[in-house]
């Protein structure tokens, strides 16, 4: 690993303040992501700017319409939350399937968001959810934030805050995982909101996570699986790897979506 | 170099290392404690599992620096008075081990996951907390066996 200064800001400010000092400076979150890249020479920040100390991107909280979850905040935190698994399980499940025990304790939604892989689950929960993406300068909508694959709305210099979630009716994440790696080969968040159906996928699309629109208006007129049949997203558009041919990841795809449907059909 | 101080294994240490350099180097190549051991060096086999303030990590992926001023245990640290912990105890008596290269890392993620699950702690669940501790000998059925009795002993 290439050698580089490590600096501890207290707060934001003093974080945006060394962001802004030069080109070479990368935000560190939990590390499960950046310090590898950096072993591995794919990434090599003269400047790494650890954001464990700012309360402001600490922490989570649960209000009646909402679950806001601090950029630092880690996984098993929110998997393991009374409040969040009460206010929108499937939201705590998708962040007790990331990764595994050690992953979960370090690894944070800000930055899971923030390096979008394709294969990520907490993307999927930002679409389906219709989630804001907070940051130091403005909201961003989830629609409005995943540009393509690890690649975000995100400036150089800004910093995720934290995720605001509205509450919706219900949801499920299903999740067909790569058991060498854990990330997602499909993953699917069916969320249905007062006004609508959404679906997101993520770990199947070349673009990285997507919304399946056809399938979020079939849903949306009924709430059934006999409205999924005869529905495909475009093979074209998924991915193909040595892990999986692009048309099992659309096979994947909608028997998940079908599979999320039962879930909460069952639990209603 | 930066100057880190921290707590290992009940002592305070303190050292000057570079800023790149990883808690599993700190621990192995400063401070000799080679318990800790390096199985791919990529987060995914869980030999260098340690706990920091009590939470189970890798140090694979952490700085020596990100641990200034906090608590770090490994599995030198385990033991008291000469006596085994109980979970080193359970996995010596369950032969939870074949070569024993996955085993400190092993035994401490299986004390952070009795200290988060305490008594209610299943099979089940032990099976799907250890995804990241990988061990290419045993088939796991020993380990498994070895963390459910440790479990008991520690929350008895
Ligand atoms: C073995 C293993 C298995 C994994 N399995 C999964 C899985 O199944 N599903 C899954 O989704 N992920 C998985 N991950 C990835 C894991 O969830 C990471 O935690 C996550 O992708 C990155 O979060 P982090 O906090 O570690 O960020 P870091 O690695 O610290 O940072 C990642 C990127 O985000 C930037 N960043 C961090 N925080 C902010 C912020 N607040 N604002 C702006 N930019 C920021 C950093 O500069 C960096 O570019 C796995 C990782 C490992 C090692
Ligand atoms: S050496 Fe750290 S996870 Fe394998």
């Not at chain 1, 399980?89 to 304790?105: C, H, S, T």
């Not at chain 1, 934030?145 to 210099?157: I, V, Y």
């Not at chain 2, 074949?98 to 996951?113: E, H, K, L, V, Y």
Request: glycine share 10%.
């Amino acid at each position: 690993m290439n050698g580089f200064a490590y600096l501890t800001p207290g707060d934001l400010a003093e974080a945006l303040a060394l962001l802004r000092q030069g080109d070479e400076a990368s935000p560190l979150a939990g590390g499960q992501t950046l310090v590898p890249t950096m072993k591995q020479g794919l990434a090599a920040p003269e400047t790494l700017i650890d954001l464990g100390g700012l309360a402001e991107l600490a922490g989570l909280r649960v209000t009646p319409t909402h679950v806001e979850v601090g950029a630092m905040c880690p996984h098993a935190v929110v998997a393991a939350d009374p409040e969040v698994r009460a206010a929108c399980p499937a939201l705590a499940d998708l962040a007790g399937m990331i990764g595994d025990a050690q992953v979960r304790n370090r690894g944070t939604i800000g930055g899971s968001i923030a390096n979008n892989d394709p294969a990520a689950d907490y993307p999927a929960a930002c679409l389906g959810l219709n989630a804001v993406i907070r940051t130091d300068r403005r909201d961003i909508d989830a629609d409005d934030f995943f540009l393509s694959m690890f690649d975000t709305a995100l400036e150089p210099g800004e910093l995720i805050v934290s995720v605001a979630f509205p509450r919706c009716r219900e949801a499920a994440y299903l999740k067909f995982r790569n058991p060498a790696s854990r990330f997602a080969l499909a993953g699917v968040f069916l969320a249905r909101h007062e006004d609508g159906v959404r679906i997101a996928v993520t770990g199947a699309g070349t673009d990285g996570v997507f919304r399946w629109s056809e399938a979020e208006a079939a849903l949306g007129r009924e709430f059934t699986a006999t409205a999924l049949a005869g529905l495909a997203v475009p093979v074209e558009d998924m991915l193909g790897d040595l892990h999986a041919a692009a048309d099992y990841r659309a096979h994947l795809v909608k028997v998940l979506t079908a599979r999320a449907l039962a879930a909460i059909s069952q639990r209603a | 170099m930066t100057r880190l101080t921290l707590e290992l294994n009940g002592r305070t240490v303190s050292d000057d290392v570079e800023d790149r350099t990883l808690l599993v180097d700190f621990l192995r190549a400063r401070q000799g404690q080679t318990g800790t051991h390096v199985g791919c060096d990529t987060s995914q086999c869980g030999a260098c599992v340690v706990h920091v303030d009590g939470i189970s990590v890798k140090s694979c992926n952490m700085l020596a620096l990100q641990c200034a001023g906090r608590k770090v245990t490994t599995v030198e640290g385990l033991a008291q008075d000469g006596a085994l912990h109980p979970m080193q105890q359970a996995f010596h008596e369950n032969h939870g081990l074949q070569c024993g290269f996955c085993t400190p890392g092993m035994i401490m993620s299986a004390i952070d996951m009795v200290e988060r699950h305490g008594a209610a702690l299943d099979e089940a669940t032990v099976r799907h907390e250890l995804e990241g501790n990988i061990c290419r000998c045993t088939g796991y059925e020993n380990i498994v066996k070895a963390i459910l009795v440790g479990a008991k002993v520690m929350t008895a």
